[in-house]
């Protein structure tokens, strides 16, 4: 009757967590946490809660999975449950404290508080997960993980986990020889304890030492070759080292993608590994497999907003402008607005930018990506250019006006210029059409202009530019003559240059100088009108314009 309801009993507990998980324990649950291979380990931990539904340790290893892979209403939720199965087990209040930090909730410590005040006295394990906490969140306080894993360690030195988490709370400080110290204790105390020879390698990469980083995670393959995280940071590794070396880029990045293929095998393929490949293939450039992996990954959950950013970004890189919008419109309005970042608004207002009738919403999200990260303002440059070559002078201002307050940019010269030409042609084209512009774009025009000559004071078509500019601002009934200084500095610079006039362009900007001079120096120094008319029938004898003026004034000067 016994083994009947033994039998009875199993039959149950395969029926409710699978065959999978049969003889399958909380040791193995966490062994396939630290190997990345979460949809296995939420598979064990959802068994062991089923049939141990009182153990709140199952719980908290859970959420814990839950808060590493993103979904932190999940993780909460998990925690929450786990101090209902148990309200004296302390790590469940320390989970609700890390989900604080990933929410940046300021003051976490009332949980942490809560779990200490229920942690046995001998027991370190509140104070290491604590300490992991605090150097595991989005915004790691390094100083207070330290402090919780100090008073952990003199309650047990011998717990090589302290060790491992010192390593992460000093690296958090970027305090990295201390790291490589505790890590490197940590794998002494524990050759068991790969991950701590995989941070050693990481500090390695952080400080550009590449092969020495490859020498590290291939000696974790040598002790564990189905160890997957070290497959994923030698993909990693190689790619930042092509990247160093242009040159060997195509070498590199082929196998990154190979390293990066066996991680995925080894980590059953799940949607959460999925995700970690294709963020990858972001950084790759692999847009063709990131578009098949997002398929992939929609095939999954089809539920699951962060898909559509991994399907707008590969949209937009293939050229499907369309889908791209409708995904990450799609994204950006279900997510919350804290897993937004920069990248999101910048692949959508790209992507709007390349739409007709959605360059001002364009602009807009590319404002808001700019907005979170400075550095995204180094695409501004191409983006205007493009609206520049298309005519949508007005739109391209307004790019240029965002590239040129980029901190980093290399190309602030040529912004500006393109920020002038655009904003005179915008005048121009507004003038033309009968629009009576405001004069202010002129004034825009002007500033950007002048910014060229001061760090590139021997650019002649910035004073060309400038003086077209200075002319339409000037006293069209008495001129007084704004543009004058800068088509004399645009002669004495073109004209320094051997044979400038051979090429066509240059002899029309040149014969245009010396008209508008002449056309000036008409009322004040008939003389020297006559000397810059006479320059224009040299280089052109049948200038209307020119010639007009000459036999107006009597005749040329001879």
């Known amino acids: ?43 064990i931990l959802k068994g062991l809660i089923n049939s141990q539904p009182t153990n709140a340790e199952n719980f908290f290893y859970l959420g814990n999975v839950y808060l590493k892979t993103d979904y932190i209403d999940s993780a909460k939720m998990t925690y929450n449950k786990g101090i209902t199965a148990n309200a004296t087990f302390p790590l469940n209040y320390v989970g609700l404290g890390a989900v604080d930090l990933a929410l940046n909730i300021p003051n976490p410590k009332t949980h942490f508080d809560k779990a200490l005040s229920v942690t046995p006295k001998k027991d370190h394990k509140t104070l290491l997960y604590i300490g992991k906490a605090y150097a595991a969140a989005p915004k790691p306080n390094g100083a207070a993980a330290v402090e919780a894993l100090e008073k952990a360690k003199s309650m047990n030195a011998k717990d090589a986990e302290i060790f491992l988490a010192l390593g992460d709370a000093y690296r958090a400080q970027q305090k990295n020889s201390e790291a490589f110290s505790s890590y490197r204790t940590a794998f002494d ?24 980083s490859v020498a590290e995670f291939n000696s974790v393959i040598a002790l564990d070759p189905n160890y997957g995280p070290a497959y994923r940071e030698l993909a990693e590794t190689y790619y930042y080292w092509g990247n160093a070396e242009s040159s060997k880029y195509d070498e590199r990045i082929k196998q990154a993608l190979t390293f990066y293929e066996k991680y995925m095998d080894l980590t059953d393929r799940s949607l959460e590994s999925r995700e970690r490949h294709a963020t990858f293939l972001i950084l790759a450039k692999e847009y063709k497999a990131l578009e098949k992996e997002a398929n992939e990954m929609a095939s999954l959950d089809k539920t699951n907003p962060r898909i ?19 995904a990450l419109k799609d994204w950006t309005s279900k997510a919350d607005t804290s897993r937004l970042i920069a990248l999101d608004y910048l692949y959508l207002g790209r992507a709007q930018m390349k739409t007709p009738g ?23 440059s191409d983006i205007g250019k493009a609206l520049f070559t298309g005519k949508k002078y007005g739109e391209a201002a307004q790019t240029f006006e965002i590239a040129i307050k ?14 002038g030409m655009s904003h005179y042609f ?3 084209s507004k003038a033309n059409a009968k629009q009576n512009p405001d004069v ?12 060229v000559i001061k760090v590139a004071p021997n650019n002649p078509d910035a004073y060309l530019y400038r003086a077209r500019v200075k002319k339409l601002v000037d006293d069209q009934e008495n001129m ?49 009108a006559k000397e810059y008319f006479n320059k224009v029938t040299q280089l052109d004898p049948s200038n209307p314009y020119a010639s007009s003026a000459l036999k107006q004034m009597g005749g040329s000067k001879k």
């Open 308 to 326: 559509l950013r991994y399907l707008g970004y590969a949209a937009f890189e293939n050229g499907n402008y369309p889908a791209s919008i409708q």
């Open 189 to 212: 105390m524990d050759k068991k304890l790969l991950r701590a020879k995989i941070e050693l390698g990481v500090l390695n990469k952080l400080s550009k030492a590449y092969p020495e």
């Open 480 to 528: 007084k003559g704004l543009m004058v200084p800068d088509y004399e500095k645009y002669l004495e610079i073109i004209l320094a240059k051997p044979n400038a006039t051979a090429e066509s362009r240059i002899k029309n900007t040149v014969i245009e100088a010396y008209n508008n001079l002449g056309a000036y120096y008409i009322r004040t120094e008939p003389s020297k």
């Open 406 to 419: 980029n901190p980093a940019s290399k190309t602030v010269a040529y912004d500006n210029f393109y920020l």
């Open 440 to 451: 202010s774009i002129l004034t825009k025009a002007d500033s950007a202009f002048s910014y």
């Open 1 to 43: 009757m016994k083994m009947i309801k033994m039998a009875i009993k199993t039959t149950l507990g395969l029926v409710l967590v699978g065959s999978s998980v049969f003889a399958q324990s909380l040791a193995d649950a966490k062994k396939a946490i630290d190997a990345e291979q979460y949809q296995k380990s939420k598979t």
């Open 358 to 380: 959605l360059e001002t919403e364009g602009i807009n999200n590319l404002k808001k990506a700019i907005d979170i990260d400075s550095t995204n303002a180094e695409v501004m």
């Open 426 to 428: 915008d005048y121009a």
